[in-house]
């Protein structure tokens, strides 16, 4: 193999073709370096595989009974619908297949080199890749993570997200632990497609870092969808039953037959056996890769970006830090990742939206906010019948008029929000919303016309509270 010029097969050799490693290599390459990048699994990382792209391809999906409920509002007679849980995951498979098919020929067409095979560090310039070993001046590891297990006895009979895109039959009943993203998410899928779901969690609200007006709202809204929410509660133990189902005895002593038991309990940074020992790159007290601003680890010349470090792990940050990477480091930029204000959503059924602080966060920064709430049944439902209600929540500094945080539950708050993080990153303040034309009749015109504030609020009251 012609070497690079420094003596090296490669400028760099990414491993991990995820959301960031295949940015990195892609942008990297286009700026003149040598790049290789190695892939065990599957082109496109979590997002593509296990992650974004198929949880939304499976929310459409479980959205389906609900719109054929509410057509009989609309004077639609829609006769009783059947499920094929093969038949989704078979278009699901080959719209993946597609995009894999879009990842490598992004890759090729770059003129980045593609091993699809395990790479492990040999030391900090070689990496052996599928029996071979080579050498490259820099190594960006985009390794990603890897859902975690629980250690309670019985615990290897219940699944994690990775297998529930693939699972052979829809299970009749499903207990979903955890409350964070995933546990939400799959949840709402679940019940959507007709599966009895239980969702259990440790603490005495779910999704720990949301504005808590949003998760009592979501909690109020995924009990209404039949959703049976347990907080405070854990499973010590799942032991296997003669018919193949599966017993659960929970940490309030009750015991909890059901057919698949999910855990979404967190990820957690995918480094082991990667050999970051021997090329000297460490990592925190969780197993994720200490970095600094430029992404660079304990070893100067290895860098690490996405869900295996400890930032934002979320695809559009990873495609983020890799563009930071690639122009710093072949294009001579000084980039810089600006992890402020980072819009997100949870496709929960109904779907959370948010931008900026939660409340709590607000007037601990601020000291005192003005809160504007908004809670209705969205115009679909007044004829559909459907009793699901949206929240909709703004919080303004007192001090500057700043909208410093916005959150919405609801229909589309998805694609609400992402339009108004432009603004709220703008510096927006509510004189600026309030001056903002509504567009009638939608929900989020409820976010320009919110005139009175609800209440007022201040460290003092959070803390009488
Ligand atoms: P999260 O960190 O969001 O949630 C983990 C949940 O598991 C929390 O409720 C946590 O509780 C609970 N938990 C942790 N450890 C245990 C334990 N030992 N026993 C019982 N419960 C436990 O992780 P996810 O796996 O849901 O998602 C990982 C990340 O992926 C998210 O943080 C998000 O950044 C990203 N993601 C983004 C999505 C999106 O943008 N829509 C969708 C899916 C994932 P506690 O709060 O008490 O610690």
């Known amino acids: 193999m012609a070497d690079t010029g420094a003596g090296y097969d490669y400028d760099l050799f990414v491993i991990g073709a995820g959301s960031g490693g295949v ?6 390459a286009a700026n003149g370096a040598k790049v290789a990048i190695a892939e065990e699994r599957h082109l496109g990382g979590t997002c593509v595989n296990v992650g974004c792209v198929p949880k939304k391809l499976f929310t459409y999906a479980a959205h389906v009974p609900e719109e054929i409920e509410d057509a009989a509002g609309y004077g639609w007679t829609v006769g009783a619908g059947r499920f094929d849980w093969k038949t989704l995951v078979a278009n699901k498979n080959a719209e993946i297949e597609r995009l894999n098919g879009i990842y490598g020929k992004l890759l090729s067409n770059a003129g980045v080199t593609l091993y699809e095979a395990r790479a492990t560090l ?5 990496i052996e890749v599928g029996g071979e070993r080579v050498t490259a001046e820099r190594i960006l590891i985009a390794v990603g993570g890897r859902p975690n297990m629980p250690d309670e006895p019985g615990a290897e009979l219940g699944v ?6 693939f699972l052979d039959e829809l299970p009749k009943r499903a207990i979903v632990a955890g409350g964070g993203y995933i546990a939400v998410e799959f949840a709402g899928i679940l019940k959507g497609l007709g599966v009895e779901v239980v969702q259990l969690y440790r603490s005495s ?7 808590r007006d949003v998760r009592l709202h979501l909690a109020a809204e995924m009990r209404k969808k039949g ?17 193949g189902s599966l017993a659960a005895t929970l940490s309030d002593g009750s015991v909890l037959e059901t057919d698949l038991i999910l855990y979404a309990i967190g990820r957690s940074a995918y480094t082991e056996g990667l050999g970051l020992e021997a090329a000297g790159v460490e990592t925190d007290r969780f197993g994720a890769i200490k970095v600094d601003a430029d992404y660079r680890t304990s070893q100067p010349n290895i860098y690490a970006l996405g869900d295996v470090i400890d930032r934002v792990p979320l695809t559009p940050v990873a495609i983020g830090e890799g563009m930071v990477f690639a122009f710093n480091t072949y294009a001579g930029q000084s980039r810089k990742m600006d992890y402020r204000d980072i819009p997100s959503a949870v496709f929960s059924a109904p779907t959370i939206g948010t931008v900026g602080l939660t409340e709590e966060e607000a007037v601990a920064e601020y000291g005192e906010i003005d809160v504007y709430m908004s809670e209705f049944r969205p115009m679909k439902h007044t004829l559909s019948g459907n009793q699901e209600r949206a929240l909709l929540k703004l919080l303004v500094d007192v001090k500057t008029d700043r909208v410093v945080g916005l959150h919405m539950v609801g229909p589309d708050a998805a694609e609400i929000t992402q339009g108004f993080a ?3 990153r703008a510096g927006a303040t509510k004189a600026d919303f309030d001056a903002t034309v509504g567009i009638h009749p939608t929900s989020a015109e409820e976010f320009v016309t919110m005139r009175e504030a609800t209440r007022r609020a201040t460290r003092e009251s959070a803390a009488a509270e």
Do not use: C, Y
């Not at 040999?122 to 070689?126: E, K, N, R, S």
């Not at 609200?205 to 504005?211: A, C, E, K, N, P």
């Open 23 to 28: 940015r990195a290599a892609r942008m990297s």
């Open 160 to 165: 994690t997200s990775d297998e529930m895109f």
């Open 227 to 243: 959703i049976d929410l347990r907080f405070d509660t854990i499973i010590s133990k799942t032991e296997k039953q003669a018919d």
């Open 122 to 126: 040999i030391d900090p310039h070689t």
């Open 205 to 211: 609200l779910f999704l720990r870092g949301f504005d």
């Open 422 to 424: 432009v603004a709220f």
